[in-house]
Structures are given as C-alpha cells and as structure tokens.
C-alpha cells in the first residue's frame, strides 16, 4: 500500500505486551448494569435468565477460543484467563438474548463490557484471585439475599433494610433468614451461592487422556521442538473438541484444582 502523509499514526501504535509465563486474566464486567438490570426487571437480587445468559455467553467464548482455560461468573462480571477479547463476550451475549428473554425485545442503550487483563505470575497467585472472586460472591450474595427478603417479604424500605444490615456479619444474616423468613442459606441455589466456573471438563470425555502437556521447549532438538509443536497443535484441536461445562463448585479448596490437573499443569 503507498505511504501517505497520514501514515504517522501508525507510530502511535505501542505494543500491548503481556508477560510470557504468567497467567493472565481478563475481567469483564458488564457496563451500567445497574441501569441495564432495571431496564429489564431483572429478578432482585438474582436473575436466573440474566446468570444464565452470562454463562452460555461465557460457555460459546470459551468454545471460540480454545486458549481459554477456565472462566469464573458472578452477578455481571466474568473472569477469563488468556487472551479473551470483551468483543466475543459481548456479541454472544447479544446474540443469545432473545433465548433468555423472549418477550424482552432488546433495544438502545445496548448491553456493553469493559474488560482488563492482570497477570498474575504464580499459581498461588491466580488461585488467591479466583478465591477473592468467589469470597466476593458469598459475601455479596448473602448480603443481597438478606437485603431483599426484609424488602420484599419484611416490607422494609429499602433505608431500612440497609440500616437494618449496617454492621452486622454473617451469622446475623443467617439469623434473620431463618429466623425471621424461614429461608436457610445453605438451601439457596449454589449458582447464587457459589458464581459460576466453566470449564472444559475432560473427565467427562476421554478420562486420563490430558496428563501429557508439553513442557518447556528450551532444552530440546529441532525435532523435538517439531514434535511438540505437533503435541499442541494436538492439544489446542482436543480442547476445542472438548465438553464445556459449567458448574457452581468451591474454587477455593484444594480439592477443585486438585481433582482437574489440566487447568494449571502448564505453568510454573
Ligand atoms: P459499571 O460496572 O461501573 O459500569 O456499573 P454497574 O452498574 O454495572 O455496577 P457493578 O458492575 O458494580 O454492579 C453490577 C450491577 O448489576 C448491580 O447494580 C447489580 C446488577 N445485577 C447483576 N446481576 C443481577 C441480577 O441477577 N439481578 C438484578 N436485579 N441485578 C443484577
Ligand atoms: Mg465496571
Ligand atoms: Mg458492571
Ligand atoms: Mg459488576
Ligand atoms: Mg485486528
């Protein structure tokens, strides 16, 4: 193409680099949703549609990038690991809403994300992330589910309900669930309870068919190198063949991890 008097902008291109070896996650979270959740009469304070939408969102991104290794869900806001791009999640999530929300037509303003990545080079690191999200859905949640049943089963208003819950910690609220609304935490559904973790899960497929993950190229031949280009090509094609599921599971404990090695066997 020629060059013009205008092609100095490219300059102000900078590479957006990221680190090599570090895990790198993607927040996206959905822009005004506070507004947007209104517009729609989302259920208070949990949409099953709206969650649900999110998740197959998240679910079709996943099979669009087979990169990703695992998403994590809660309220309007997803974390994804590598390189996810807001656009996707954002297209699907457009794309599948009239299957949610049938008799709610879209319409201007349009439901938009904003995203940022963080890399997090340890593993210790990316698991204390996805605990820190998952502490933020428990607290947030029974927050809200203690919120909205002093509004909409204690008739409070919603100062009242607020100064109600001001300094008050967990086993308060649980006190006044089932004290006062019969409700028991423990029962609410585990998707409010816990968010939502997609995955891809291999167990369901080929058991014990995902041990063999490459490891650092840097001591080997060229053929070698050959070889394991091949293995990844091999194991790019097995993840995008591979069962995307989503559950609603500790991500804290050990035993999640521990259970599904393939989520953080290829870094340090
Ligand atoms: P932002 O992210 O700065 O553009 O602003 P917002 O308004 O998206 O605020 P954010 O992300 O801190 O909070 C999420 C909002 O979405 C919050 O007002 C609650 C609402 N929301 C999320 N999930 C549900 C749901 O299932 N039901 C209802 N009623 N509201 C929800
Ligand atoms: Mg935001
Ligand atoms: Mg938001
Ligand atoms: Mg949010
Ligand atoms: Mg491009």
Request: one cysteine or more; hydrophobic letters at 40%.
């Amino acid at each position: 193409m020629a060059n013009s008097k205008y092609e100095y902008v490219k300059a102000f291109e900078q590479p957006d680099l990221l680190l090599p070896n570090t895990w790198i996650v993607v927040r996206i979270d959905g822009r005004g949703f506070h507004k947007f959740s209104a517009k729609y009469a989302f259920e208070k304070p949990n949409d099953r549609r709206a969650l649900d939408l999110m998740n197959a969102a998240a679910k079709a991104v996943m099979s669009e990038l087979p990169d990703i290794v695992i998403a994590y869900g809660i309220s309007d806001e997803y974390s994804k690991l590598t390189t996810t791009i807001v656009s996707t999640f954002t297209a699907h999530f457009v794309l599948l809403w009239s299957s949610y929300f049938p008799e709610l037509p879209l319409s201007p303003p349009l439901p938009s994300f904003d995203g940022r990545a963080v890399l997090y080079p340890s593993v210790q690191n990316l698991r204390d992330y996805m605990s820190w999200r998952q502490v933020d859905c428990h607290i947030n949640n029974l927050y809200n589910t203690t919120f909205w049943a002093l509004i909409q089963m204690g008739g409070l208003d919603a100062k009242d309900a607020e100064k109600e819950l001001a300094g008050s910690v967990a086993a308060d609220k649980n006190e006044i669930l089932f004290s006062r609304f019969n409700i028991n935490y423990n029962n609410e559904p585990d998707m409010y309870k816990k968010g939502s973790v997609v995955f891809r899960d291999y167990e369901l497929v080929e058991p014990g068919s995902v041990s063999e993950v490459v490891d650092e190229d840097s001591a080997k031949t060229m053929e070698q190198l050959e070889l394991s280009k091949t293995q990844e090509e091999k194991d790019r094609k097995r993840r995008a063949k591979a069962i995307i599921t989503v559950q609603h599971v500790d991500i804290i404990k050990d035993e999640f991890w521990e259970r599904r090695p393939w989520l953080l066997s290829n870094k340090p």
